[in-house]
């Protein structure tokens, strides 16, 4: 604010119901810090604080605000300012209490649930009814997973938000037990999965491990880091594939060579969720790099075949 | 301040009524840039206030709001100079870390949702971030959307008809054939690894066949009389599966007809052996095609070409 606009005439009392109605709006205000706004010149809280006080919660409550007082303590239960919520965006609202109910404790679940107070507190009498009737129940189907393995997914969480690189130990269903170092990256919620994306410092992959398969996880005291520099996987594809193919946001095309074939460049994807798709491109998809990738896919088509000896 | 309000309804008779009409004038301004002149006159009209206020009062209010963190602005319009707020201390605010769960659960109700709630989050979370005039959120959002480069309209539509099973044509812009007209009866609009697809039997091929959204252009007929009844030609297919893991997804028609120590028999009826047998190579190792011989041999060759280009390794 410029000295000019700091000289210029202002009016007392605007400025008082203005820091009134901000004090009431984080939701719960004390009385003594709401008086303290109405104290006298020298700072104390006389009898006429408290009458100029009424006189200010009168204009609030005249003007729409409704607050209760109970013991010392104000409660926020309307805002003005409000936002108008459609039956559609209701149902959305009820989808993130959905979600909510499946986060294992943590900052995700604190900061959602903080969100849906604030929102709901500015709702409008309309959407504040309105909520009352849109059907709130809404259950993904992930109890299998949470009756067994809640304190799992809690801990996968809490190593999300460490920012620690760990040692994890799990069971590979093809490669076997498998121990590696790795950087937690996020849980995902899939419709019957619950999985813990990791970022594989030396074989620099992200991978998908089933919370499931997870023998022991152990936290190391070295920073993660903010650098991620993926695997590249390079494929090659052709014939109607190559018109058909749709690039992901993580792919880029490198053109097609003289014997029609299409090159693209993979960077970030599950190696699992990849090499998955890849086969199911038939002849027409051939992993060029990394070499190991080749290999796995070539045992895999092997061993598919033996399934027809 | 000053004795105020002896009424029916209002039973206060005390309040303070310059901050009154300080708030009366902030939500004014709110809902839309206004002159000096509208102030005015919806002060004069106001129920209780019922007198204009001089230019000099509004400037003590307009500085008094800059005071408390409002950031008003004048601009010149035929009408004279209208005020309005730009961005004030009550707006609802999203922090980086309430986005940041907002993402979270996107990625959750994603999995786990039809693509129409899916979508109803969507809109909700582009509505707010539009409401709280947020763009952290609305980046944010962009980067995450299932829908980017979707025509949400198209999109709806399509889901509509989907459910009344009426016979579409289209404007499809083919990775074959460029754009063409095609007759489909569409049965249901998915995400399939982060793409959309419109599923259902292609009138042009009379078979079960997808489509990718983003290459649909438009609905140029929508049959509302739906009349097509389609005679189709099912294969029937029987195919062995290793394991049944949480994450092995079975198809709408599969049907487990029986259960092994280590493995299920599974069977299902297709139109489109090319959309079954990309599904069934998705399994590898674990599937084995049983029936019908010529399906299972078309396996057995595909996977001897698909070993040929590694047949180095």
């Not at chain 2, 980046?139 to 198209?154: E, H, P, T």
């Amino acid at each position: 604010m410029s000295n000019r606009k700091i000289s210029e005439k202002y009016n007392d009392s605007c400025i008082k119901i203005f820091a009134l109605i901000s004090l009431f709006s984080k939701g719960t205000a004390d009385f003594s810090e709401v008086i303290k706004l109405f104290a006298d010149d020298d700072g104390t809280i006389s009898q006429k604080s408290n009458v100029i006080l009424n006189k200010y919660m009168n204009t609030l409550e005249i003007f729409g605000i409704k607050i209760r007082k109970t013991k010392n303590k104000y409660y926020l239960l309307s805002m003005p300012f409000t936002i108008s919520l459609n039956e559609e965006e209701l149902y959305a609202v009820s989808l993130i209490k959905s979600a909510i109910s499946i986060l294992p404790d943590g900052k995700n679940k604190t900061n959602a649930i903080k969100f849906l107070a604030e929102l709901e507190k500015k709702y409008d009498n309309d959407t504040k009814n309105l909520s009352k009737v849109v059907n709130s129940t809404r259950n993904f189907d992930l109890s299998f997973y949470f009756q067994k393995f809640k304190s799992q997914i809690k801990d996968c969480e809490s190593l999300c938000e460490a920012g620690k690189k760990i040692e994890l130990c799990y069971n590979d269903t093809e490669c076997g037990i498998q121990n590696i170092i790795c950087i937690p990256q996020e849980v995902k919620y899939r419709e019957n999965l619950v999985s813990f994306c990791v970022y594989n410092t030396l074989s620099r992959q992200v991978i998908d491990i089933p919370v499931d398969s997870i023998r022991y996880i152990h936290q190391l005291n070295i920073d993660a880091g903010k650098s991620k520099i993926c695997t590249t996987v390079i494929f090659k594809l052709k014939g109607d594939l190559i018109k058909r193919y749709n690039l992901r946001d993580w792919e880029r095309s490198e053109g097609i060579d003289e014997n029609g074939w299409m090159t693209i460049v993979n960077s970030g994807e599950d190696l699992n969720t990849l090499t998955t798709r890849l086969f199911k491109y038939d002849e027409n998809c051939v992993v060029v790099s990394p070499k190991y990738l080749k290999v796995r896919l070539q045992k895999m088509i092997d061993k598919t075949l033996k399934n027809y000896e | 301040m000053k004795e105020f309000l002896k009424s029916n309804t209002i039973t206060y008779n005390l309040m303070s009524f310059t901050g009154f009409k300080s708030l009366i004038l902030f939500s004014l301004l709110l809902e839309s840039p206004k002159t000096y002149e509208d102030i005015c006159e919806y002060f004069r009209n106001h129920e209780y206030i019922k007198e204009e206020i001089s230019m000099d009062t509004l400037r003590v209010y307009i500085t008094s709001l800059k005071r408390i963190g409002c950031e008003i602005t004048r601009t010149k319009s035929p009408r004279g100079g209208l005020y309005s707020i730009v961005s004030h201390p009550f707006e609802f605010r999203v922090s980086e870390e309430q986005i940041k769960a907002l993402l979270k659960i996107y990625r959750i109700i994603s999995a786990n949702v039809n693509i129409e709630d899916l979508l109803k989050y969507d809109k909700f979370l582009k509505k707010l971030s539009d409401n709280i005039n947020s763009a952290n959120l609305s980046d944010a959002v962009k980067n995450i959307s299932a829908f980017k480069n979707i025509d949400l309209y198209l999109l709806e539509n399509l889901i509509k008809y989907s459910k009344e099973k009426r016979t579409l044509t289209l404007s499809y812009n083919s990775p074959k054939n460029g754009i063409k007209e095609i007759k489909v009866i569409p049965d249901k609009v998915e995400i399939t690894q982060s793409k959309i697809y419109l599923y259902g039997i292609s009138l042009d091929y009379n078979q079960e066949t997808s489509y990718l959204v983003q290459r649909i252009e438009k609905i140029i007929d929508v049959d509302l009389e739906n009349k097509n009844e389609v005679e189709l030609n099912k294969t029937t297919v029987g195919y062995e599966l290793m394991s049944l893991n949480p994450d092995v997804k079975l198809g709408n028609n599969d049907k487990i007809v029986e259960i092994k120590d280590d493995s299920v028999i599974v069977e299902t009826q297709t139109t489109n052996l090319f959309m079954l047998k990309r599904r069934l190579l998705g399994y590898g190792p674990m599937c084995t095609v049983l029936y019908p011989e010529d399906f299972r041999n078309d396996i057995i060759k595909t996977l001897k070409n698909m070993r040929e280009g590694y047949k180095d390794e």
